[in-house]
Nanobody, 117 residues
Framework: QVQLVESGGGLVQPGGSLRLSCVAS????????MAWYRQAPGAQRELVGV???????HYADSVKGRFTITRDNAKNMVDLQMNSLKPEDTAVYYC???????????WGQGTQVTVSS
């Protein structure tokens, strides 16, 4: 069992930055594939980026070069640094965890990010 708790959302102006954090309970955090997803109003949940158990990262084209995922296995934590934010980045952001080659996903409660002037 893994419990995920996100923090760090809020209101930011276009061009600004925010850092989201996700802390995971449970053991063996380092073996989990950690990801960030987002869901805008009226839209489907979409992948923002992934950090594999080997700390390789992959990003959606829409955020590549602006967002960075970092993980600290010693602290059971994965962060999402978001720079050069745009209004279209407005969404609820969710932390996700799953074991490699497993279908079951763990989700956090989500944190709202609003980019607006």
């Amino acid at each position: 069992q893994v419990q995920l708790v996100e923090s760090g959302g809020g209101l930011v102006q276009p061009g600004g930055s925010l850092r989201l954090s996700c802390v995971a309970s449970g053991s063996a955090f380092s073996v989990y594939v950690m990801a960030w997803y987002r869901q805008a109003p009226g839209a489907q949940r979409e992948l923002v980026g992934v950090s594999s158990s080997g700390c390789m990262t992959h990003y959606a084209d829409s955020v590549k070069g602006r967002f960075t995922i970092t993980r600290d296995n010693a602290k059971n934590m994965v962060d999402l640094q978001m720079n050069s934010l745009k209004p279209e980045d407005t969404a609820v952001y969710y932390c996700n965890a799953r074991l490699p080659n497993q279908a079951f996903n763990y989700w956090g409660q989500g944190t709202q990010v609003t980019v607006s002037s």
